[in-house]
């Protein structure tokens, strides 16, 4: 009889048991995957990102001897966050690492050390020497600088670099213009020994005249452009020395709203005059001349000079695998049509331009696009660049700041059929349950009624 009891006591406590299981199961969410004794896999995608310094290049100044110890050019290329910089370890001067800085300092040797430094914390430091020294060069162009003049920027540049400098020009908004169209070495002129170019006193640029002293300025003597402006002359000649210049010394390029612009091989005095005859009238003409339309005499060419463009930065933000396009207005003032160049320094791999190069008509606005990609492969951060735009005579730079950011959205979150199928799932799963805790539970009443029926015969 105890054996018995015990036995109802088994099962009582087995129903209560289970009971309490589909208490629970009625009151809880179950969570997880049915365990059905099959070998599965998982796989996992672990993504460790390493942030290290940021890149660092000094540009300028470079590890040169300076003439000139004013306006000393500081450029820079990195990708960090932000950029700073002192001499001889003095003072800190932050500036902004597109466009870069111009520094003043005294005679001697000198370091200039630049840092760079990024969100994560991390700094990258680069140093340049150099030295001013007033004795080594010195050059005179006063009177190219200033109010209506422009001119290359003769001071910034080394005693090295003026030994063979590019693109060198010397402009009077007033009067004209000179482009030389080939390197030039500084030192090389008629007495070397001086260490001194003075051009303010063997090169003049005046009302229809341009002059230069080949003699004492040898190393100028070579072809370049020449441009009139203000002129009113309805079929304008072009001089040399006095005399009508020859097509194979003088080349004309264009005559139009009173700028004259022609190639030469060499220097002397050139000077425009009317022409005095029909057969004089364009001699040193090998282009088509697009119209005399005389000007008024005087008044510089400055709203004819130079193209202008609609935008002076870009910032653009992009995910990883984002494109976005922009658009910049590229407008010419002139008279003549324009060659228009588009090309970029640090972007290349970002940046698709749709025409790079093209001809901009007389007065024409054009809008160019842009297309700026991220791609997959590119790192989250600052990517900072430029934009050139150029003609022949000009040049404008557009800073580009780009920033890449990670898009991790698709990977974290669950779109709401996914969410409406989990949850689902979730619910036969618990159905289920139940159903197999009731035939549990019917199998144990069954066995309850069935030893208790045995024991009420015996």
């Known amino acids: 009889m105890k054996k018995e009891m015990s036995k109802l006591l088994l099962i009582v406590l087995a129903v209560f048991v289970l ?12 969570t997880g995957e049915t365990v059905t004794g099959e070998v599965t896999t998982v796989t996992a995608s672990v993504t460790i990102v390493v942030t290290g310094p940021p890149t660092l290049t000094i540009i300028y100044p470079q590890n040169n001897t300076y003439w000139n110890n004013v306006s000393l ?22 500036f902004n690492k597109t466009v870069g800085n111009y520094f003043n300092t005294s005679t ?7 840092f760079a430094n990024n969100s994560a914390g991390n ?42 400098l590019s693109g060198i020009f010397l402009e009077d908004f007033s009067y004209g213009k000179i482009k030389f169209n080939v390197p030039i070495n500084f030192t090389d002129d008629s007495n070397i020994n001086d260490n001194l170019l003075d051009i303010d006193e063997h090169i003049n640029i005046s009302s229809r005249i341009i002059y230069l002293n080949s003699t004492a300025l040898t190393n100028f003597n070579v072809s370049a452009t020449l441009l009139f402006y203000g002129l009113s002359e309805t079929s304008p000649v072009i001089k040399r020395d006095g005399e009508t210049c020859p097509s194979s010394i003088c080349v004309q390029n264009y005559y139009t709203n009173g700028e004259l612009s022609f190639n030469v091989t060499h220097f002397t005095t050139y000077s425009i005059e009317e022409a005095s005859s029909a057969s004089e009238s364009g001699t040193t003409s090998t282009s088509t001349s697009s119209g005399s339309s005389g000007s008024s005499g005087g008044g510089g060419p400055s709203s004819l000079n130079y193209f ?28 003549i049509a324009l060659n228009i160049k588009i ?16 001809n901009l008509e007389p007065e024409e606005k054009r809008k160019i696009a842009i297309d700026f990609t991220a791609s997959e492969a590119v790192k989250a951060g600052i990517y900072p660049g430029r934009i050139f735009i150029e003609d022949s005579s000009s ?24 969410k409406n199928k989990d949850s689902a799932a979730k619910q036969e799963q618990k159905g289920m349950w139940i159903l197999y805790s009731l035939v549990i539970l019917i199998v144990l009443l069954i066995f309850l009624i069935i030893i208790i029926k045995r024991n009420t015969k015996n």
């Open 19 to 30: 009971f309490n299981c589909l208490d629970n199961a009625s009151s809880q969410t179950i």
């Open 73 to 94: 050019r500081l450029q820079v290329t990195t990708n960090g966050d932000n950029v700073w910089y002192n001499i001889n370890e003095g003072a800190n001067t932050t």
């Open 108 to 114: 001697g040797a000198k370091t200039i050390y630049v």
């Open 123 to 164: 700094v990258t430091k680069k140093n340049v020497t150099f030295s001013i020294d007033y004795s080594t060069f010195n050059v005179s162009y006063s009177k190219f600088i200033g109010q209506n003049k422009n001119s290359t920027s003769f001071a910034q540049y080394s005693h090295e670099e003026i030994q063979n």
């Open 308 to 335: 202008s463009v609609d935008k002076e930065e870009i910032r653009i933000s992009l995910k990883s695998g984002e494109t976005k396009t922009e658009h910049i207005t590229i407008t010419n003032p002139k008279a």
């Open 343 to 358: 090309s970029s320094d640090a972007l290349t791999n970002f940046i698709n331009i749709k025409e790079a190069e093209f």
């Open 395 to 418: 040049r404008k730079e557009i800073p580009v700041i780009i920033k890449i950011t990670s898009d991790i959205s698709d990977s974290e979150s669950i779109s709401g059929s996914e």
